[in-house]
Every structure is written in structure tokens, then in C-alpha cells.
């Protein structure tokens, strides 16, 4: 009795260890895909937006907007409109780039300045996702930290915009790019140790990782370049 009950589970935690694998790999490739399709799609509405030369929508919609898709990509995530709320909010977040790229392309140099900041932006994501990915060290501390610091990062800003304190802007853009920077190793070795099984909400904190550090590289080099 002793003997085949051994023999089950030596059967079945293999079984079970190769079903984990699966589904880790599956929530892997459909993270990366749908990430890939919603970066390209990002990606042409914020061209869209420089070529029509669109008008930002502001401070106060733009965070209505945001917020307002979140949540309904998080209501949505579990059937396939969770799809197209992400996107419709990749796509936002691609029409409220556009004018903010417009500022920059109208800066000397400004084509260079976008595109170091592109480099950049891949640049990183590339190099922590293979860390994370070859490595598969567990990074699930960062969480707590991460969560505080971008409150604290975010609130900051929106002092920064609002009382226009340009030095307090930059230090966000910093802090930003290192949050952001310590979000995606987060979220990526969540999904590889099974944390995250839901690939449209890790498509969307990766996507959001992504802008925002687009977006305050962009700001930094635009200062540094000012400089000059």
C-alpha cells in the first residue's frame, strides 16, 4: 500500500511540476505577444497624434482617462474584452504621447532626443527581462517598495506640475526611471514563478512600466540637452 502510494506521487509531482511549467510558459508567450501588438499599436496613434499635431488633452482628463481604463481593463481582465480595454488604454496613453513627442521633436536635436530615449526604454527592458528570465531569481521583495515609492513618485509630480517646481520634475523623471526599472524585473519574475497568471494584467503593468520610463528618460535627456 506504502509502495504504490509512493509511486503516485512520484508520478504526480512531476505531472504537476510540467503543468506549472506550461502555464507559466503560456502566460509568458501571451504577456509577450499581446505586449508586442499593443506597443506597435501605442506606437502608431502617438505617430497619428504628431502628424495631426492633436492638442494634449491636460493634466485632469488624461488622469480621468487613465484611471478610468485601468479599472475597467481590471473588471475585463478574466474575458476577451479584457482585450480591447487594453486596447483602448494602450491606445490613450499612445494619443497622450503625441503632443508631448511634438515638443520635444521641436527642440534642437529633438529627433535624436526621442530616439536615445527609445534606445534607452528597449534598451533596459531587453537587458532586465533577460535577467529576470535567465536568472529567475524571485524579485517579489521589491513589492512593498515599489508600491510606496511610485505613490510617493506620483504624488510628486503631480506637485511638481501643479506648483511648477521644474527641479522636483526632474527628480521624479529619475526616481521613475529607477521604479520602473525595479517594476519590470518585478513583474517579470512574478509571472515566471507563477505570481501572475493573468497575461492582460501583466501586459499592462509592463506596457505602463514602459511608458513611463519612455517618458521620464525623455524628460531627462530633453533637460540635459537644454543645457547645452
Not at 488633452?57 to 481604463?69: S, V
Amino acid at each position: 500500500m506504502n509502495l504504490n502510494t509512493q509511486r503516485e506521487q512520484a508520478i504526480a509531482l512531476p505531472h504537476g511540476g510540467a503543468e506549472s511549467v506550461l502555464a507559466t510558459n503560456k502566460v509568458i508567450r501571451n504577456t509577450y505577444m499581446l505586449l508586442s501588438m499593443t506597443l506597435a499599436f501605442s506606437a502608431v496613434v502617438a505617430a497619428t497624434s504628431v502628424a495631426l499635431k492633436l492638442p494634449h488633452p491636460g493634466i485632469i482628463l488624461t488622469l480621468i482617462g487613465f484611471f478610468g481604463l485601468l479599472f475597467a481593463v481590471h473588471k475585463l481582465k478574466d474575458s476577451g474584452w479584457g482585450i480591447a480595454a487594453v486596447f483602448a488604454m494602450t491606445g490613450f496613453m499612445g494619443y497622450t504621447l503625441g503632443p508631448v513627442i511634438s515638443r520635444y521633436l521641436g527642440l534642437p536635436n529633438g529627433g535624436e532626443i526621442v530616439m536615445q530615449a527609445m534606445g534607452g526604454t528597449a534598451a533596459i527592458f531587453i537587458g532586465l527581462s533577460a535577467y529576470a528570465v535567465t536568472t529567475k531569481k524571485d524579485f517579489s521583495f521589491m513589492g512593498g517598495f515599489l508600491m510606496v515609492g511610485i505613490l510617493l513618485a506620483f504624488l510628486a509630480g503631480l506637485g511638481a506640475i501643479f506648483f511648477q517646481i521644474p527641479a522636483l520634475s526632474l527628480t521624479v523623471s529619475a526616481a521613475f526611471v529607477l521604479l520602473m526599472s525595479g517594476l519590470i524585473l518585478y513583474e517579470t519574475s512574478n509571472i515566471i514563478h507563477g505570481g501572475e497568471t493573468n497575461y492582460i494584467l501583466a501586459t499592462v503593468t509592463l506596457f505602463v512600466s514602459l511608458f513611463n520610463l519612455f517618458t521620464s528618460l525623455l524628460h531627462l535627456l530633453g533637460f540635459a540637452n537644454s543645457g547645452d
